[in-house]
């Protein structure tokens, strides 16, 4: 994926990556423990279908380029 | 007729008359209370002493022949994110339990006092609002008076289910994406999104601020209306038969949703001449971006106790923020696009169209044993579900009341009128004209006990 997952980034057609998306975590100072991970994990990967059907949206509407 | 068999004006032009006293209305609130908050679990805090003082002194002013407000004497309550002076905001969250008490109303609370209401609690809710469910680990599950199996709805939840099982007559929630319309829906009561910035929303704990509103639950059209005249600083809206020009959503805002629902909106239709099905194509992408928004929003407001006491917080809730903190602005941007296209169409309906309808939530309320509803044919998570209808048209910022159906016999069932930005008084004429056809209006649930 080239998604940078940056704060500055310019964002992905591809979409979002989830285990980029996971790693901003130290960064943010973020402790994604045991108990934490595979909800946020879930979740990251539900918000990456809506940035799927977002990205979809935008390019059918000629808003962005595939 | 016991005061609460009363609406909230009914209520309050007893008790100006003198047919009622004050102290009744908020005995009788508190003793309903005492009844039903065990099985629904609305409240999280009554305020009794000091109520039952208030309307000492609202009696006094009736004996004394003072002019009081459009409200006085009614006891109401607020989700529990409304400041209310020398009370702590949980906004339904330990992480808020030791800050420090609110040292004025929220202006929303405020209005409503001034115009003679009684304060009698503050109310559950998901924490921090974000939810459809008012589950919620530190307060506990709010259930449906109707069938206390199943969900109230969220995440203002108690402000619905204690206005649907009687305690009170009148409420405040929030809806930032559907908190008001769905547990309107699946509690049957009348419930108000006021258009973006109609009512202001200081003193409240904020969600995301693009999409944040306050608004009343009632029993009835007409306490709606005052209660939006109060809280809007707007003159009363005297009902009106207005000639409209009214159509159904079609497409997504039907996709799924109940039939046995649907067919009470599609009566509702008829009965407002709404036969006309437009679709709003882009709904499906309003949603996406709505969903995107709050998570990004919601997740940078409450960085600093996700680092610093994640453990504090509801876990179905941390685990939503935190997976929206580590979005990338980028993703912001993007769906600040998509939304804008949702907006300009749902806009261009509404030039042509004065009214709009739609189902408010895709089912009545779901069992809180499996936690799933039905949407064409197959089991879905409720959770995620219960906002579809709602979340997309709360970008816009558009008025919306939601109506319960008439249903005699079934579980309550909402349908979202939406009109264009100010026009709440043609939503409460369209919903005085659906009560009048038979097609709408409230039925009190048997835990209720209501005698006349």
Same mark, same amino acid.
């Given at each position: 994926m080239t998604d940078s997952n940056s704060p500055s980034g310019t964002g992905n057609a591809d979409g979002l990556d989830v285990g980029a998306a996971l790693s901003r975590a130290d960064g943010l100072g973020l402790v994604l423990s045991g108990e934490i991970r595979p909800g946020v994990e879930a979740n990251l990967a539900l918000l990456a279908q809506h940035y799927q059907a977002v990205l979809m949206g935008l390019s059918e509407s000629g808003e962005r380029g595939p | 007729m016991t005061p609460f068999a009363r609406s909230a004006s009914e209520l309050s032009t007893a008790i100006q008359s003198g047919k009622v006293r004050a102290v009744e209305a908020v005995e009788e609130s508190l003793a309903r209370i005492a009844r039903s908050n065990e099985a629904i679990n609305a409240f999280t805090r009554v305020f009794a002493d000091q109520a039952l003082a208030d309307a000492r002194r609202i009696d006094e002013d009736v004996n004394a022949g003072r002019v009081l407000g459009p409200l006085a004497g009614v006891p109401f309550a607020v989700k529990d994110l409304f400041d209310v002076k020398d009370q702590i905001t949980t906004a339904g969250s330990k992480i808020l339990a030791a800050a420090p008490p609110a040292r004025t109303d929220a202006v929303a609370v405020a209005r409503l006092r001034a115009a003679g209401a009684i304060l009698v609690g503050t109310l559950n809710m998901d924490e921090f609002a974000y939810g459809f469910v008012t589950q919620n680990r530190h307060f506990g599950t709010t259930f449906n008076p109707h069938d206390t199996t199943r969900f109230s709805g969220g995440s203002s939840g108690g402000s619905a289910a204690s206005v649907a099982a009687g305690m009170v007559p009148l409420t405040l929630g929030s809806d930032t994406n559907g908190s008001v319309r769905v @547990? *309107? +829906?699946?509690?049957? =009561? !009348?419930?108000?999104? @006021?258009?973006?910035? *109609? =009512? @202001?929303?200081?003193?409240?704990? %904020? !969600?995301?601020?693009?999409?944040?509103?306050?608004? %009343? !639950? *009632?029993?009835? =059209? +007409?306490d709606l209306r005052t209660a939006f005249a109060v809280l809007s600083g707007t003159p009363l809206a005297a009902p009106s038969r207005p000639v409209w020009r009214a159509a159904r959503l079609g497409g997504w805002y039907r996709d799924g949703a109940d039939p046995d629902g649907l067919a009470g909106v599609d009566a509702a239709a008829t009965a407002l001449g709404a036969e006309e099905i437009v679709n709003l194509p882009l709904a499906a992408l309003g949603r996406s971006a709505g969903f995107l928004i709050t998570a990004f929003e919601g997740g940078r407001r409450h960085l600093a106790n996700l680092r610093a006491r994640p453990m504090d917080f509801d876990p179905a809730t941390r685990d939503r923020l935190i997976a929206g903190a580590l979005l990338p602005d980028a993703l912001l941007r993007d769906a600040e696009r998509a939304a804008a296209l949702c907006i300009a169409q749902l806009e261009a309906a509404l030039d042509r169209h004065d009214l709009l309808l739609a189902p408010a939530t895709p089912s009545p309320a779901p069992r809180l044993s499996d936690g799933m509803l039905q949407m064409n044919g197959k089991a879905v998570p409720a959770r995620a579900n219960l906002g579809l209808y709602a979340q997309p048209v709360s970008l816009a910022g558009v008025p919306v009341l939601t109506v319960p159906l008439a249903r005699p016999g079934k579980l309550p069932f909402g349908l979202q009128l939406i009109a264009a930005r100010g026009r709440e008084a043609l939503l409460f004429d369209a919903a005085d004209a659906l009560v009048a056809a038979g097609a709408a209006g409230f039925s009190w649930p048997p835990l209720a006990e209501v005698s006349a």
């Open positions: - | @547990p *309107a +829906s699946l509690c049957g =009561v !009348f419930g108000l999104r @006021p258009t973006h910035d *109609a =009512v @202001p929303v200081t003193g409240t704990f %904020p !969600f995301i601020d693009r999409l944040d509103t306050v608004g %009343p !639950f *009632a029993r009835t =059209v +007409s």
